[in-house]
């Protein structure tokens, strides 16, 4: 059967991968000989190395050492440097096998519950629990599970789809620590990428947030362990007052930042920002503790992990360092001696990308949206202010609660241990509005600011709830007890939606695609302008007619004959050009040019025709509203289509 969904060998696998990253996590926390082996800041630890290991030593075995994870080697050896030179650390033998063989049971079983829940959350998302119904997804999940499977089938860091049809290197950067996480585990245990991302990687994150945020606010003295660990599961489902209102309202359409760092709308749940949350956790403990030179360090990781928000976490990294010299935390020396460390990862960084554009072909961007300095005039800057002024009003009026609660904690004086921690997050906050402003003519630019907001806004709330909480705690109570009701409500609202729920998959459908599809030829895909209206629709190699048959299919990966398609919006030069750019970076797009200047193209029906021929092509899948040509109609053997109209069909033999 295509469609298979066996609930407990699946959580199975997914314990397995838990305890093989929890047991490399441990033998690494256990060399260290940290002061609380059986803290919470050490079971998190444990996982955070897990991960990192996971992700470091299969991506550099899989490429032969051409990865951005490569970088991760200037933090090893500063850590090394650190630990050997500034704490004394000295390996003792006898200590690290006694922690080796020390292992705290309950944390483990509290793991594996907090697992269940959040394996059983997305599985419940993927099918329903009591009857054999497989709900759709949203369109970002398939595009990263294809990323997974390129990087396991070629061991190449791209975000294209389709690169080998015209023999082109695509190297680029991107998220890839979550992704080369999920690989090695969808290659261990060979199972379906999309598994390996939601139901292994997901409910491993859950776990090191609760963790991580459970190390955050413990400390020596005897805290309530339920209070404490109430606070930890609820820092999962805290966001601004914006998350818990309609969707349609001023404050939520469309924006992207309202959500909890385990929940989106559309069951988005946040994958790609796993390793920021973590990240952003680790360094809010870090600055706890005051041990402010591994937080520029490890904090430092995130623009080798998630590319995505690099120029964030730099200039975030600069405000934080002259904070601390402002605060007089920092002596002038260490100030530049940090902004030395922090000029050397960029410029690491910077040269890796200048390395692959360099092996790249001149037909494909290393960067996949560019613009020019044509683009910077007075519309710039008038837009540049509003982005500014518009996401800090919205920040602010989303998190009131938060802001009055802040205001009143400052006149009782919160928890010095806890101030430099919210200074932190306020700043990485404020750096992504500003490089969102900065990089507003760019396509998705918001998630500069988005990606960082949602963890750093969580962070922060729960954090004020929390030190409030020992103050006013019916107050608290009753804040808490509204939010979740507001979140159910909205969980709800969601769930019968059409709009936020996907609709079920076509079973049947996948069923004979899998037995039409012999995988002895390519597959192509044909789509309409009125499909791809949306510009996150418009790259169509990636991005194809009936997408769920991506996630039971093994190397289902269409290549798309509808370039010319797209539809240009020229009222909007931002718009205008990120879509010629997206147009221009496909397959079929660059074989047509290559066929005007042979002076050989005829006309695009031709042009789609010899397409076929060439690269034997012996499928197409189409939607509903595609224009097939009698030339192609011509080559059609058979054809089926699912109940929402898209076509799969089996050409002729050439």
Request: glycine content about 2%; proline content about 2%.
């Amino acid at each position: 059967m295509a469609v298979e969904l066996p609930y407990i060998n699946l959580l199975l696998i997914g314990f397995s991968a838990f305890l093989f990253v929890y047991c490399i996590g441990h033998v690494f926390v256990s060399a260290l000989n940290l002061e609380y082996p059986k803290s919470y800041f050490a079971e998190f630890i444990r996982i955070l190395s897990g991960m990192l290991m996971v992700t470091f030593f299969y991506s550099v075995i899989r490429t032969s050492f051409f990865t951005v994870n490569c970088l991760l080697l200037f933090f090893l050896f500063y850590l090394v440097f650190y630990l050997k030179n500034i704490r004394k650390f000295r390996f003792d033998k006898s200590t690290f096998l006694t922690q080796l063989l020390s292992i705290n049971y309950k944390t483990i079983l509290l793991c594996f519950v907090l697992f269940t829940c959040a394996f059983t959350l997305v599985y419940a998302n993927l099918k329903s629990m009591f009857h054999p119904v497989y709900y759709q997804l949203n369109n970002d999940f398939y595009c990263n599970a294809t990323n997974v499977e390129i990087l396991n089938k070629y061991g190449i860091e791209t975000m294209k789809s389709n690169f080998q049809f015209l023999n082109e290197t695509v190297r680029t950067v991107y998220h890839f620590g979550e992704l080369w996480f999920a690989a090695f585990f969808s290659k261990l245990f060979a199972i379906k990428p999309i598994f390996s991302l939601l139901l292994i990687l997901f409910p491993i994150a859950i776990v090191a947030y609760v963790l991580g945020f459970a190390a955050l606010i413990s400390n020596k003295k005897n805290h309530s362990t339920f209070k404490l660990y109430f606070f930890s599961v609820l820092f999962l489902f805290v966001s601004g007052i914006a998350f818990y209102i309609p969707k349609e309202s001023i404050l939520t359409r469309g924006e992207w930042f309202v959500a909890t760092v385990n929940y989106h709308t559309n069951f988005n749940f946040h994958i790609k920002i796993s390793y920021i949350v973590i990240i952003l956790l680790l360094g809010a403990n870090l600055v706890k503790r005051k041990h402010y030179d591994l937080f520029f360090c490890t904090f430092l990781l995130l623009p080798i992990l998630n590319t995505s928000v690099a120029s964030t976490i730099y200039v975030g990294a600069n405000l934080f360092l002259f904070y601390l010299l402002l605060t007089k935390q920092f002596t002038r020396s260490q100030y530049f001696k940090t902004q030395i460390f922090i000029v050397f990862n960029f410029l690491c960084l910077a040269g890796y990308m200048y390395l692959i554009s360099v092996t790249n072909s001149k037909s494909s961007a290393t960067i996949p949206i560019k613009f020019g300095v044509e683009s910077f005039n007075l519309s710039y800057l008038r837009t540049f202010i509003n982005c500014i002024i518009g996401q800090t009003f919205k920040l602010i009026v989303s998190n009131i609660i938060i802001v009055f609660l802040l205001a009143y904690l400052y006149f009782k004086k919160i928890q010095s241990a806890f101030k430099d921690v919210l200074w932190m997050l306020l700043i990485v906050n404020i750096s992504g509005i500003l490089m969102f402003a900065v990089f507003h003519i760019m396509i998705d630019a918001i998630q500069l600011w988005a990606a960082v907001c949602i963890p750093t806004v969580a962070i922060f709330s729960t954090l004020i709830l929390w030190n409030f909480a020992k103050i006013k705690s019916k107050i608290t109570t009753g804040i808490i007890a509204t939010l979740t009701v507001l979140f159910l409500y909205n969980y709800y609202q969601d769930n019968l939606n059409a709009f936020y729920r996907k609709p079920p998959l076509d079973t049947k459908f996948i069923e004979k695609v899998n037995h039409s599809y012999k995988r002895d030829a390519q597959i192509a895909s044909l789509s309409s302008s009125s499909d791809l209206i949306s510009i996150f629709l418009q790259s169509v190699d990636i991005i194809s007619p009936a997408m769920y048959v991506r996630m039971y299919m093994p190397e289902y990966n269409p290549v798309s004959l509808s370039s010319f398609e797209i539809p240009i919006d020229t009222t909007s030069k931002i718009i205008e050009m990120g879509e010629r750019q997206i147009q221009m970076n496909t397959v079929f797009y660059k074989y047509v040019q290559q066929q005007k200047s042979k002076n050989t193209f005829v006309d695009l029906n031709s042009s789609q025709v010899q397409f076929i021929k060439t690269y034997n092509i012996g499928y197409l899948i189409t939607t509903q509203k595609a224009m097939i040509s009698p030339q192609i109609s011509a080559m059609i053997k058979e054809q089926f289509a699912d109940k929402y109209g898209n076509k799969f069909i089996v050409l002729k033999k050439n």
